[in-house]
């Protein structure tokens, strides 16, 4: 069973701080993804990676940056917190960037404050 | 880009009442892909819809594509306290090979009462 991890469940910033977010995936999987979840608008794309180094911006990458230096590890940096970055951030993976017909597992969330 | 709807937003039956859910697409989607989430959980994979017109069944759960690839429903049959969570519905445009375009709704969020 495919197993993505994420570092924190809670966390809890300053505004104006750097902040990382960790994910891990354990099934040698090429795509990696960062969301953001808020109510009424559902999972929205910050940024996604289909290989170690490789990054694509999704619909909401303003203020966040990533990091993918080992295949199994995404990062989500937020480049100096604001109040409106709190939110739920989930991280998921899937098998290959060839292959369109592939689930996506998600780790269980990192609630993040920014005060 | 592509925009994925879903509606309704709150969905809130009594035990035994039938749940629907709907996806609608403004381009024609190559797949459509349904998501459950419970209170405090992450969301989990149920299904996949690739043909047009297809239509899966999981227990009381029903799945089907439209014809025109661009909208999608979730019926649930007589609920339980068990269905309770957010359904999710997330659709692949139809262009190149990759696998990285998927756009997920906003979610229906059902609650049941006992």
């Known amino acids: 069973d495919v197993k993505v991890t994420q570092s924190s469940r809670y966390l809890v910033k300053r505004t104006g701080e750097k902040v990382f977010l960790e994910c891990v995936q354990d099934m040698d999987h090429e795509n990696m993804f960062w969301y953001r979840q808020d109510p009424g608008l559902g999972l929205r794309l910050i940024y996604f990676s289909y290989d170690v180094k490789m990054k694509e911006k999704g619909d909401i990458p303003e203020g966040y940056s990533v990091s993918r230096e080992k295949k199994e590890r995404f990062s989500l940096i937020l480049e100096s917190a604001s109040t409106n970055q709190t939110s739920m951030y989930l991280c998921?993976?899937?098998?290959?960037?060839?292959?369109?017909?592939?689930?996506?597992?998600f780790g269980d969330g990192t609630r993040l404050s920014i005060l | 880009g592509q925009q994925v709807m879903q509606i309704p937003q709150y969905q809130h039956v009594q035990e035994g009442e039938d749940f629907t859910t709907y996806c609608n697409s403004s381009t024609t989607l190559s797949n459509i892909q349904w998501y459950k989430q419970r209170p405090g959980g992450h969301p989990v994979f149920l299904i996949q819809?690739?043909?047009?017109?297809e239509v899966k069944k999981q227990k009381r759960l029903t799945f089907q594509f439209g014809e025109a690839k661009k909208n999608s429903s979730l019926h649930i049959t007589a609920t339980q306290t068990t269905d309770v969570g957010t359904y999710f519905c997330?659709?692949?445009?139809?262009?190149?090979?990759?696998?990285?375009?998927?756009?997920f709704g906003a979610g229906t969020r059902l609650t049941v009462k006992p």
């Open positions: 819809l690739v043909k047009s017109g």
């Open positions: 998921a993976s899937s098998l290959s960037r060839f292959l369109s017909n592939q689930p996506q597992h």
């Open positions: 997330a659709g692949h445009p139809p262009k190149g090979p990759f696998n990285n375009d998927m756009r």
